[in-house]
């Protein structure tokens, strides 16, 4: 495979230019270009990742701090006034006058107590306090699972007031002296200041934001986003390490674990957004590399111009007069060595072109001959017995059938001649088969019956005169004259592939065997007249004429059985005036 491709590099003097402009000039570009890309496609993908997650942190922290501050208004639950109104079921006034007190603390002390629409404390027998209600009975406090649950983990749910988002956190109160559950703190907040924290934050433009709880329900999403149904996280991967990245089908994902509350914070982006900086570089360097490449090629043209154009040039003219074209030239330019090669390769085409002109003349002056010899073998067979048959009953004094088939030869006469030409319509060969007809079946009366089935549409198109008369003449001697009893013969013609025009002579004559109609088809293709057989000569001729003027693809097709008859179909192109 080297060695065919060193010798096909030595043909060409371009190719070897083009080889070493290649090789020291645009791979070397092309190759600094793909380098330089991926190295800094590598820095801004870093970059732009660590951006991602320094961004998902800083949520991250947000929130934790705002869950920070709410934590600590679980010491109100180890208050001793508090632990006395759990413990008592009957009213205590005094502790929760002091229990109210230290919700307005704590609200004024941190920054999230703003966002604080209530705070209760209830004991298991649902006797609660509320910053908003004062003290009240409640009946449907679930104890059981106050109980069985974990005191120490917090449980948040998102309800909706007036259509609105409220995130209430419980948490369990647990006495220190016995290490029991005695009640409950719960506080509800304002959910917006959680999506808040993550409208302040973007990753891209059509970035969004997201926070699953541990249980992987989407908590919270960015106000741009509502289409949360539609989210597809692969929770599993990002639930297997506290922070990280991936890419999954075109899509960014950033997300990290908040420590205070266990929550994903889950930021999701277009890849190509991420990328945006790696790709206007690799635009970039794509546009350097392009632009000097397309300089490179002009300088090469410029060069190769000057130098192997002429001589591409007269190869390529000498190409084209090998294949065939003779008017191939070349338009010498200068007077050294190439322009002399090109004035000789001009004088030398003309000489051949002269000289192919003149066998091809001679080449069709034969075809003429050899066709009006075909011509002359076709016509006197008929003639002969036409005339014989007018003999006949011109001495049987039938004068009028005598009148009419010299009027029917006279009109068959004519059309053969035809002022010489090759060509008529397909109007003029019907109306010349016509006459043929009625003069065989004056001779054959008693035995012949003719059916013509030609459609209308295909008379105005042109044809190589005296094709179907042999063939039908072949029917009626050699298939109909030799049966017993009366013969039937059938002309049809129709337009076949809308290219083509197809003729069938069909006739119940006696037909042919295996072998004859085997020797007859070998010799339709050889052209060689069937040495054993007469009906060959007509059938033959008419092959060879076909294919004379219209092709190898055009011609006869025999089909025959013994003692049934046969079917010549004839195929020819359609010929317009």
Known sequence: M????????????????????VLLTVFPLVLIGLISYIKSSNIVSERAYSLAQIKTSQITREIDVVFQDLHRFNEIGKQQSTVQFLLHQEETYDEAKEILSLFDFYQKSYLSGEDIFDIEIMNLEGKTISHNKGVYQRSDIDTEEWLTGDPTQAKMEIVYRNGFPILEISNAIVWDITDSVIGLLKITIDASVITAVLDDVKL?????????????????????RNDADNVYFDLDRISEKEQGYYTDD??????ETSKMTDWKVIGQAPIHEIMKDSNEIRSLIFLTVICSIIFIIGLYMFISNKLILPIRILKTKMTHAAEGNLHAKVNPVGEDEIATLGHSFNQMIAKIKLLLDLSIEEQKKLKAAEFRTMQAQINPHFLYNTL???????????????????????????????????????????SHIDSYLYIQQTRYEDILDVTVDVEQ???HYHILKLLLQPVVENAIYHGIKNKRGKGFLRINGTLEDKDKVRFEVIDNGIGMDEDRLEKLRNHLISGEIVPDSKNGFGLINVQQRIQLYYGKEYGLKINSWKGSGTKVTITIPKRGA
Request: charged share 25%; proline share 0%; glycine share 2%.
């Open 204 to 224: 891209t433009e059509s970035s969004s934001f997201f926070i699953t709880s541990s249980d992987r329900d989407i908590f919270f999403q960015q106000k741009q």
């Open 250 to 255: 075109g899509t960014f994902y950033v997300y």
């Open 457 to 459: 549409n295909l008379y």
């Open 388 to 430: 014989d048959t007018i003999v006949w009953l011109a001495e049987a004094k039938e004068h009028e059938s005598v009148i009419e088939l010299t009027k029917a030869l006279s009109q068959y006469s004519r059309i053969s001649l035809n002022k010489g030409k090759d060509w008529i319509t397909i109007a003029d060969e019907m």
């Open 2 to 21: 080297q060695k065919n491709w060193f010798n096909w590099l030595d043909k060409s003097l371009r190719l070897k230019m083009l080889v070493m402009f």
